[in-house]
């Protein structure tokens, strides 16, 4: 696994290929159908993918330049547009996604070697300009499920849920909220990952993707199997 941006532009152009062909077969009445998240629309979360796309731009550029330019205006401005632009037609949304990942790109593509190494602030605190496209990659894999469109955790590459799996784990590692468990995946072999104190924590296993997805609320977990026999426990609110 890698964080990598370089390593990780063509995994952007892949998803966000999948994305647009999503996009492509809405009609209004599906855009104007509700997402999986609460209170938005499809519409809703499309254009918050372009938006975000145009704030990930604003980051990189940031770390290009050495400017202090935030990745939205405020809370406010990135909550008003998503709205105005949330009842638009289908044929929008769709221009608006694939110009908005054009800027993305050319923002990647634009950066050169040193600027990869500087700080951003970004709405959860500072990062590294390293972890941009593999944030902007997780944006886009996470929202297409939120869509409810026929896109799924399932759907999602390995690569990514085994990232997305070792990422949620390490941030829930650090919080007093979560409760102990031991997740168990296959991959290229078992792996497990331990969050808590190992001893008398409830073992979940499963797929990576239906790990993930349940962690992060996307899932109710019906893959999953908890050993010794009980409920599976609550994770804590993701982002």
């Known amino acids: 696994m890698t964080t990598d941006p370089l390593l990780l532009t063509g995994e952007v152009d892949d998803a966000t290929a999948r994305l647009v062909r999503t996009a492509a077969a809405l009609d209004t ?98 990062r590294v300009a390293t972890l941009l496209v593999w944030g902007r990659l997780r944006e886009i894999e996470v929202h297409h499920v939120d869509l409810a469109a026929g896109y799924r955790p399932a759907d999602w590459p390995e690569a990514f849920s085994h990232r997305l799996l070792h990422e949620v784990a390490t941030d829930l590692a650090d919080r007093s909220a979560a409760p102990a468990m031991v997740l168990r995946f296959e991959g290229s072999g078992c792996h497990e990952l331990v969050i808590g104190d190992r001893e008398g924590a409830p073992a979940v296993s499963g797929p990576a993707p239906e790990l993930a997805a349940w962690l992060i609320g996307r899932g109710v977990g019906e893959l999953l199997t908890v050993a010794p026999d009980g409920p599976l426990p609550i994770p804590p609110e993701w982002i």
């Open 29 to 126: 009445a599906d855009v104007a159908a509700a997402s999986l998240l609460p209170g938005w629309t499809r519409g809703h979360v499309l254009t918050h993918l372009a938006r975000n796309a145009d704030g990930f731009v604003n980051l990189l550029t940031a770390a290009r330049t050495g400017g202090r330019i935030p990745m939205y205006a405020s809370a406010a401005a990135r909550a008003a547009d998503i709205e105005a632009g949330a009842a638009r037609p289908p044929a929008a949304h769709l221009e608006d996604l694939r110009r908005s990942a054009d800027r993305f790109g050319e923002a990647v593509a634009a950066m050169p070697a040193e600027a990869w190494t500087a700080t951003v602030e970004t709405p959860r605190g500072p």
